[in-house]
């Protein structure tokens, strides 16, 4: 009996050229290459209002937030990785007609039961290495609640929860702040 050969690692450069005429998303974690699959209308009606949210409150400041169309390009010591975060904010903004973006400020992941495991952990770990991040935040799909991971002073993270329709995320790094009554609007329980 052989043994089942692993496929060659696929270059950054290889991938990023798949990704232009690719019909399906697809992350990259150092060589290897994984398809997403697509989201249900609840994630997606969540993620819309998070960046309908963040833009009306960015509108005539310097930082822009981009959707899950947007990569974000993580470079760790032993390898590059691509994910599409659901939104993300980025006051440094890579040129115009790159598909990926490299210093976000902010990252937002709406959970799902398919993803939550890989969000937070593998996901997680490796958003935290971005030097650029200063608030990761988790959204949950079933009920009104975040979960914000912001950098401290030490360069660590603390974890932050918000929760209840009247509650809002303060995020001073882009001068605004997340409603959970907007993330959430249109969404029945």
């Given at each position: 009996?052989?043994?089942?050969?692993?496929?060659?690692?696929?270059?950054?450069?290889?991938?990023?050229?798949?990704?232009?005429?690719?019909?399906?998303?697809?992350?990259?974690?150092?060589?290897?290459?994984?398809?997403?699959?697509?989201?249900?209308?609840?994630?997606?009606?969540?993620?819309?209002?998070?960046?309908?949210?963040?833009?009306?409150?960015?509108?005539?400041?310097?930082?822009?937030?981009?959707?899950?169309?947007?990569?974000?390009?993580?470079?760790?010591?032993?390898?590059?990785?691509?994910?599409?975060?659901?939104?993300?904010?980025?006051?440094?903004?890579?040129?115009?007609?790159?598909?990926?973006?490299?210093?976000?400020?902010?990252?937002?992941?709406?959970?799902?039961?398919?993803?939550?495991?890989?969000d937070l952990t593998e996901k997680r770990e490796a958003y935290f290495a971005i030097p650029s991040l200063m608030a990761l935040i988790f959204v949950e799909p079933d009920e009104a609640a975040l979960t914000v991971h912001r950098r401290q002073a030490d360069g660590g993270f603390a974890r932050e929860d918000y929760a209840g329709l009247d509650a809002a995320v303060p995020?001073?790094?882009?001068?605004?702040?997340?409603?959970?009554?907007?993330?959430?609007?249109?969404?029945?329980?």
């Open positions: 009996m052989s043994a089942l050969r692993k496929p060659a690692p696929i270059s950054v450069e290889d991938y990023l050229a798949g990704e232009l005429v690719a019909e399906t998303k697809h992350e990259y974690l150092g060589g290897e290459v994984h398809a997403m699959a697509g989201a249900n209308n609840r994630h997606n009606q969540i993620a819309f209002n998070t960046l309908l949210a963040l833009g009306s409150s960015l509108r005539g400041k310097p930082c822009r937030p981009y959707n899950s169309d947007t990569k974000v390009r993580i470079q760790l010591l032993s390898h590059t990785r691509f994910y599409y975060p659901d939104a993300m904010v980025v006051c440094d903004r890579n040129r115009d007609q790159d598909h990926w973006q490299d210093r976000p400020v902010v990252i937002v992941e709406v959970l799902s039961e398919s993803t939550r495991r890989t995020l001073p790094e882009i001068e605004c702040s997340l409603p959970l009554a907007e993330v959430y609007e249109g969404v029945a329980f």
